[in-house]
């Protein structure tokens, strides 16, 4: 089992960054790819962004070129770099160990004016 803490989530205006981050528990860690995922009201959880245990990256269409994912396994913490933001981004973002399937409790990102 790994436990996952999300942080950094709030309100910013379009255009604003923010960045999120996932501590997480547990040696297995550094050996599990971890991902960031988002759910949006009414709508279905969508994977954002993933990342290797040797640090491949992977992102969503609709994030490309805005977001970027790391990892700092010293650490054991992702994160989540979100620049020019926008209000579609707008979600719960959940942090995912993708090895043991352990979900944070989520961190609310509200892009408004």
């Known amino acids: 089992q790994v436990q996952l803490v999300e942080s950094g989530g709030g309100l910013v205006q379009p255009g604003g960054s923010l960045r999120l981050t996932c501590a997480a528990s547990?040696?297995?860690?550094?050996?599990?790819?971890m991902a960031w995922y988002r759910q949006a009201p009414g709508k279905e959880r969508e994977l954002v962004a993933d990342?290797?245990?040797?640090?491949?990256?992977n992102y969503a269409d609709s994030v490309k070129g805005r977001f970027t994912i790391s990892r700092d396994n010293a650490k054991n913490t992702v994160y989540l770099q979100m620049n020019s933001l926008k209000p579609e981004d707008t979600a719960v973002y959940y942090c995912?160990?993708?090895?043991?399937?352990?979900w944070g409790q989520g961190t609310q990102v509200t892009v408004s004016s």
């Open positions: 547990g040696t297995i860690f550094r050996i599990s790819a």
């Open positions: 990342i290797t245990s040797g640090g491949w990256p």
């Open positions: 995912n160990s993708v090895r043991t399937n352990n």
